[in-house]
């Protein structure tokens, strides 16, 4: 009987031994392939911060890879001081935030309308929400610059590139950039909260924009955190639509500031610095990319949980 118990216990620990073995062995894989997956993300924007705090020495120097061996600001103050960044990212925040508010109160309305209620041709007009995300924008840009820039009807008509209203006309019409997406998650989000909530509220004597303001905006704070990230993230990187509508100089974002003001170093109009120049341009990158971080730093939990909950990564 005792042999018995004892043979038991044996096998009983032999069999957690052997549990515990491949939880570690598999433990160790997968930090072995999250590392090598960090280290190929995070590689090269590290070689990109060392690279701006280095001398022209040092960047030409092959024996340097990683570390500047002479450190300085140099190359950081004269980015800076060209692409101007100041005013360059003045214009950027009034126009993403402007944007990107906008998007978040028109995507959140069409999205729970489409959720919620039922009307001919709800699913047609989904589809046709879905078809400006698989629609290229280079297709219909030309359409688009010349309505803005002939912007009226008939005779009357007024130029608006240069200004900021055809982005502003665009998102308040839900045809700004990505709004589909926007649509498609706050719909998605829509359909998975209780209708038990609305009717409650219809009981208690709340219309349908009463409902909407009192109970469906406070339940949906992570969603509408996340559209207006996303939202203010791609408009304050965006290139293509900035350079299509935006051509007068006192609005010139960031993205549009980066590309169009640095210049080649040239001595007697001459190019003869192209590594210098590409560093300027990394250097840039980083100085715009440096508020975006900030923001996520700081929504970042709620981010997660809004994509959580839109039913987007089921």
Known sequence: MFTRSNTARRRLSGASLANR???????LVRGV??????????????????????????????????????????????????????????NSLILSL??????????????????RFKFRGRNLLFFMVILT????????????YLYFYYFGVGQHTVN??????????LSLTGMGMKNGLYIFLMRQFFRGLPKELEDAAYIDGCGIFGTYLRVILPNARNMLITVFVLSFSWQWTDYFFSSMLLGAQ?????????????????????????????????TACLLAIIPLLILFAFLQKKLINGIERSGLVE
């Not at 073995?21 to 433990?27: C, E, G, L, P, R």
């Not at 402007?98 to 959720?115: D, E, K, N, P």
Request: proline share 7%; aromatic share 14%.
């Open 133 to 144: 995300l698989i629609i290229p924008p280079q297709l219909y840009s030309i359409t688009q």
């Open 33 to 90: 392939i999250l590392f090598g997956l960090c280290f190929e993300i995070v590689y090269p924007f590290f070689v990109k911060i060392m690279q701006t705090f280095m001398t022209k020495e040092d960047l030409v120097d092959p024996t340097i890879k990683l570390y500047p061996l002479h450190w300085t600001l140099s190359t950081l103050r004269q980015t800076f001081t060209e692409i101007e960044f100041v005013p360059a990212a003045f």
């Open 250 to 282: 006192q609005v010139t974002n960031l993205p549009l500031a980066i590309i169009n003001n640095i210049q080649l170093i040239r001595t007697g109009g001459e190019r003869v610095d192209p590594i210098l120049y590409a560093v300027e341009r990394n």
């Open 160 to 169: 608006l590139i240069g200004t900021y209203w055809p982005f502003l006309l």
């Open 98 to 115: 402007t944007v990107s508010v906008l998007q978040m109160m028109i995507c959140t309305l069409v999205g729970y309308g489409l959720a």
């Open 21 to 27: 073995t491949k939880k570690i062995s598999w433990s």
